[in-house]
């Protein structure tokens, strides 16, 4: 999403806050950031007094909504930069304001904009194909599905407005965005045209050619704010389209839907589930190496490894691996303490230095020609206490609850999710942030519209899970001050044996490939159901990367750390 992009870092460069969801409101009197769990802790570090943190959907924290509703009163007014706001949010602001006599403004140029200085600049990479031996499908074919999608709808035309949406359709990926292989665009779709809106510095001769095979004209980037006010008839216009672009239409020709690309995307084609399957192995051994290395290096005599030097070990040790692109979003590095904040992103002159005598969490993920990662493991690089162990235990459970529950085709991940948080429920802890996201094939490493989240935020857009989905495992316990835990691991949706006569249930197979900490599992805590399944899941890791390291010449050391790593545990 380009507002999206966009409002992150007008966020960022108004406050300090740097994470990736943030809306801020200002008053003559008072700055405002409404953020949610995952960035408590880091939105405290990173803003100064000026500014008051809104706990989003935390008991008595009202949504951005209502508290403008509350303190503001008429005739003032609200401005809103509409580009940097989504369609359904625009709604919601000014329905409510509209009742209390409030009026919501668009406004055309940013304010921030205005007053912020070294902002930085568009981005203006090139983009590239991205190839039939990785896509699995042509883009005329894709073409095809989304314009059936738009008849079923009634729609004559289709405005494209997410980044990951625009590049998976035309098979084509860029580098505006860090970490996610997008470039800046939009795309009108009617029933018998297709126009790309870039600067056309991004585009070589070689991709006009393509485009124009596929039958798809290019325009400016900004043109299609005035192309928009031509469409005619029922529009498609999906819920995170900005509202600068559905202002521009008339009412009663939105039809505001949730996009018909996000559910094609969402279930994998074949040649996409073995890609995904193939860099996984990659990246697992990848960061099995990088594990090896930190607990034979963090015990010799003064050597100091600090959470930055981590980070930037495993990104070395995934770039020598086949098909390596670049990272999926910054490495969480975190060390004691600070992996408690959920998004921590260390910086060099800040960060702690990796403690052999505490809890070490490592969230990363890469970016590889055949698919997209994201895993956690949490480790400790000596002798755990009875609290660390209690607590990884029972993340671990939920786990593995969740990787080996069954359902029905099209269950929500909110009906799950509970699975995965109920060894922590039971003892009166939990965690701030759900559970699982989707993820893209070599894009987005966070995609929708299927994830597996708290019930609290249920929404009516959320797909219903179908097999060659791909979403991510990962619950987590977090104690302020002290440490984090998390175990997350990717997984793909896949039809068992199990189930009615009309239809086979859903299952997961998890396949991110890289061992879980040992030494901080009871294994009393285990059913013997749970204990199986860690150990045939430490089996299959330690046969693909058993096999992965000896063709590629690894040391004995490393396939004896990683032998140890992956040994069956008993009761």
């Given at each position: ?151 079923k709808s009634l729609c004559g035309s289709f405005v494209v407005s997410a980044l990951d949406d625009i590049a998976w359709l035309y098979n084509l990926r860029g580098n505006d965005v ?394």
């Open positions: 999403k380009q507002w999206y992009q966009r409002r992150v870092a007008i966020t960022a460069g108004i406050s300090g806050f740097t994470g990736s969801a943030g809306t801020a409101i200002i008053t003559k009197e008072k700055a405002l950031m409404w953020t949610d769990g995952r960035y408590f802790l880091q939105a405290q570090n990173q803003m100064d007094e000026n500014w008051n943190l809104m706990k989003a959907f935390m008991p008595g924290t009202p949504t951005e909504e209502v508290w403008l509703s509350e303190n503001l009163f008429p005739p003032n007014k609200v401005g809103i930069d509409p580009k940097t706001c989504s369609v359904s949010k625009f709604k919601i602001l000014s329905k409510k304001l509209d009742s209390v006599g409030l009026e919501l403004v668009p406004v055309k140029e940013n304010l921030i904009d205005l007053v912020w200085e070294n902002a930085p600049k568009f981005p203006s990479a090139d983009v590239f194909r991205h190839p039939m031996e990785f896509a699995g499908k042509d883009s005329l074919e894709k073409l095809d599905e989304v314009r059936k999608k738009m008849e860090t970490y996610n292989p997008v470039f800046y665009s939009f795309a009108i779709i009617t029933k018998d045209s297709s126009t790309l809106y870039i600067d056309d510095n991004k585009i070589s001769k070689d991709i006009k050619e393509y485009l124009d095979g596929i039958n798809t004209s290019i325009k400016p980037y900004d043109k299609v704010y005035d192309d928009v006010q031509q469409l005619s008839g029922r529009i498609l216009l999906p819920l995170s389209t900005n509202a600068a672009i559905s202002e521009a239409i008339p009412i009663k020709n939105r039809a505001v839907l949730m996009s018909p690309i996000q559910e094609l995307k969402a279930i994998k084609n074949e040649k996409e589930l073995e890609g995904m399957v193939a860099c996984h192995v990659r990246d697992g051994a990848a960061l099995t190496e990088y594990f090896h290395w930190l607990s034979t290096q963090v015990h010799k005599p003064d050597v100091v490894i600090d959470e930055v030097d981590g980070a930037d070990k495993a990104q070395y040790f995934r770039s020598k691996e086949d098909k390596f692109v670049d990272l999926s979003f910054d490495t969480i590095s975190s060390s004691g303490p600070n992996g408690a904040i959920i998004h921590y992103k260390p910086e060099k002159g800040s960060c702690l230095s990796i403690d052999k005598d505490d809890i070490y969490l490592c969230d990363s993920g890469a970016q590889y020609k055949d698919g997209t990662t994201d895993v956690t493991r949490t480790l400790h690089l000596s002798e755990p206490n009875a609290k660390q162990i209690d607590r990884f235990t029972r993340v671990l459970q939920g786990h593995i609850n969740l990787a080996m529950a069954v359902f029905p085709p099209g269950t929500k991940g909110t009906c799950i999710d509970c699975l995965a948080r109920l060894p922590l429920w039971n003892v009166g802890l939990n965690y701030q942030h759900g559970t699982g996201h989707g993820v893209g094939s070599f894009l987005n490493v966070h995609e929708g519209p299927c994830r597996i989240s708290g019930g609290s935020r249920m929404s009516k857009h959320e797909m219903g899970l179908q097999k060659g989905m791909i979403l991510s495992n990962e619950p987590g316990f977090y104690e302020k001050g002290e440490f984090g835990i998390r175990i997350e691991s990717l997984v793909e949706v896949i039809e068992t044996d199990i189930g009615p006569d009309d239809g086979k249930y859903l299952g997961f197979r998890t396949i991110t490939m890289a061992p879980i900490e040992r030494k901080l599992v009871d294994v009393a805590m285990l059913t013997d159901e749970q204990l199986i399944w860690l150990n045939n899941y430490h089996a299959e890791v330690r046969d693909k990367l058993k096999k992965h390291f000896e063709e590629q010449g690894k040391s004995p050391e490393l396939l004896e750390y990683l032998d140890e790593a992956t040994k069956p545990l008993v009761k």
